[in-house]
């Protein structure tokens, strides 16, 4: 059974910042990588995909990489903004199944 | 449509009443999940769709939880006697091709129970 965990469950840094959330994954067969974004009360806006054969995906100031060897993604994050704050949520697929299973999230909080 | 809509919104429903959710996907899209998020959590998988065919259905807590596609667009997700522990958004998500684009999710229902 795949199992998604997520360090920190929460992050907060001073606007400009670089930073890095990660998340890490028990079973290494999987399909792909997700990584979204969710606002308070809203649904789950995809920031990046990862497919099982590469190793990163960028766009704009995101950038996810993804080591399955070591069962790990990275979401890396430049300059951050007040308008990133929002809850991270890394996902993969696994265990033969084509369902995502996610971590709990971390919640960011960029201070102005 | 431009994304994937679910309806209602907001639903409040007494405990014991019987509740039904809707999924409008993206069009074109053949696969169709549904999930359940509760407070402060992540999303916990509850059933899959290819089509009209209900692949995976191991996530579903109790056998009050029943979802179905009959044309392979459109989904239901129907909760019978509410309880109080189903409280919760319910997300749907579509995919053309999960490996090449991944899920697109929609906004959610968030269901409360009293």
């Known amino acids: 059974k795949q199992e998604v965990t997520q360090i920190p469950a929460a992050l907060s840094v001073p606007e400009g910042e670089n930073l890095v959330l990660n998340c890490s994954f028990t079973d290494s067969a999987i399909y792909n990588l997700q990584w979204f974004r969710q606002d308070p009360g809203k649904g789950l806006t995809s920031l990046l995909l990862?497919?099982?054969?590469?190793r990163e995906q960028t766009s704009g100031r995101l950038n996810a990489s993804l080591d399955k060897s070591s069962g790990r993604s990275t979401l890396y994050i430049a300059a951050s903004q007040p308008g990133d704050s929002a809850t991270y949520l890394c996902a993969a697929s696994g265990a033969g199944r084509r369902a995502l299973t996610f971590g709990s999230g971390t919640r960011l909080q960029v201070q102005p | 449509g431009a994304g994937v809509s679910q309806s209602p919104r907001y639903k409040v429903a007494k405990r014991g009443q019987d509740v039904a959710l809707r999924c409008d996907p993206i069009?074109?899209?053949?696969?169709l999940f549904w999930y359940q998020q509760a407070l402060g959590q992540g999303p916990e998988f509850l059933t899959y769709?290819?089509?009209?065919?209900?692949?995976?259905k191991s996530g579903l807590p109790s056998d009050r939880f029943f979802a179905e596609r009959p044309e392979g667009s459109v989904s239901t997700l129907k909760i019978q006697r509410t309880q109080q522990e189903d409280s919760a958004v319910y997300l749907c998500?579509?995919?053309?091709?999960?490996?090449?684009?991944?899920?697109?999710f929609g906004s959610g229902t968030r269901l409360t129970v009293v």
């Open positions: 069009s074109g899209h053949v696969s």
């Open positions: 998500a579509s995919s053309l091709d999960l490996t090449v684009y991944g899920y697109t």
């Open positions: 769709f290819q089509n009209e065919a209900q692949l995976d």
């Open positions: 990862i497919q099982s054969s590469q």
